[in-house]
T-cell receptor, first 113, second 111 residues
Framework: DADVTQTPRNRITKTGKRIMLECSQT?????MYWYRQDPGLGLQLIYY???????NKGEISDGYSVSRQAQAKFSLSLESAIPNQTALYFC????????????FGSGTRLTVV | GQQVMQIPQYQHVQEGEDFTTYCNSS?????IQWYKQRPGGHPVFLIQ?????EVKKQKRLTFQFGEAKKNSSLHITATQTTDVGTYFC???????????FGGGTRLMVKP
């Protein structure tokens, strides 16, 4: 099994719908992150969490919310999806010193029509 | 805020040619990391550099951290088709150590 699992892998949804992307990890890391990747662009930080009771906004949090249900689970919600939220979404984890880098999930490709 | 810039954005090379991507930060970095994302895949951690002027090698890949700790480079010797992908550098954005990623350099290798 993968260290960081994202579900679903692909999703097509309609404008205005609420959608949740889920992430779970078996690394035992405290820190979890959600990133968005648009074609040809880098990774933009949406939200991050350093432990179960900690939630922080990243660069592009508008239109998104998150929930850290447990150390191993971090979900991202789009309350009312819009077409410009069509992108590839990655969940990642790290330890406090991230000396072994971030571990990314396989990504969720979201299309909003 | 902190910016991390990478050049070039794209690079086509013939198999066997060398390749270099450059990373520049607007601020001094405590460390820098490099990641590789294969087409259709997810970013995978390659290496972390911490010391000023540090050079690390992984087979045909050579990573360098600048003396001022504001720039870095990744050099691939004699590229192979397996090197295809996008290479990202990333540096910690603040005391919380979240990473700011560069825009990446997409490497394409012609066999």
């Amino acid at each position: 099994d993968a260290d960081v699992t994202q579900t679903p892998r692909n999703r097509i949804t309609k404008t205005g719908k609420r959608i949740m992307l889920e992430c779970s990890q078996t690394k035992g890391h405290d820190r979890m992150y959600w990133y968005r990747q648009d074609p040809g662009l880098g990774l933009q930080l949406i939200y991050y969490s350093f432990d179960v009771k900690d939630i922080n906004k990243g660069e592009i949090s508008d239109g998104y919310s998150v929930s850290r249900q447990a150390q191993a689970k971090f979900s991202l919600s789009l309350e009312s999806a819009i077409p410009n939220q069509t992108a590839l979404y990655f969940c990642a984890t790290s330890d406090q010193r991230y000396v072994t880098g971030y571990t990314f999930g396989s990504g969720t490709r979201l299309t909003v029509v | 805020g902190q910016q991390v810039m990478q050049i070039p954005q794209y690079q086509h090379v013939q198999e066997g040619e060398d390749f270099t991507t450059y990373c520049n930060s607007s601020t001094t970095l405590s460390n820098i990391q490099w990641y590789k994302q294969r087409p259709g895949g997810h970013p995978v951690f390659l290496i972390q550099l911490v010391k000023s002027g540090e050079v690390k090698k992984q087979k045909r890949l050579t990573f360098q951290f600048g003396e001022a700790k504001k720039n870095s480079s990744l050099h691939i010797t004699a590229t192979q088709t397996t090197d295809v992908g996008t290479y990202f550098c990333a540096g910690p954005r603040n005391a919380g150590n979240m990473l700011t990623f560069g825009g990446g350099t997409r490497l394409m290798v012609k066999p």
